[in-house]
């Protein structure tokens, strides 16, 4: 079984079905065409793969890292089912996974807010 996601941005959800359950949200998002940027290519370097999980799926995650929290905290829009798309690597038990993806970005490597 290959899963699911569901990316939601500005009220529109896109489904993606993966062909591998190895993969991160970031490089399923990149894959998939869905706009998400990734900067640091997922070495914890910055917060640009910030993504929302829905509350439902939160606490079905493994808890982030002490590096993935300190990048969070960087980051703009954050809220309390915040993580970094490049530290979830998908299962078969996050078919259906539901994500946002939001309006602004924070790469902490220039200091500046991206819009």
Known sequence: MVPNIIFKKNNKEILVKEKSDKLTILE???N???EIE???EGSLACSTCHII????WYNKLKEPSWDEEDML????????TSRLGCQ???SKELDG???TLPSSKNDVRLNKNKY
């Open 97 to 99: 996974l539901k994500v």
């Open 88 to 90: 979830i690597v998908l």
């Open 53 to 56: 999980v829905d509350k439902e």
């Open 73 to 80: 905290d960087l980051a703009t829009g954050l809220t309390v």
């Open 28 to 30: 399923v998002a990149q």
């Open 38 to 40: 990734g900067a640091c």
């Open 32 to 34: 998939n065409g869905i």
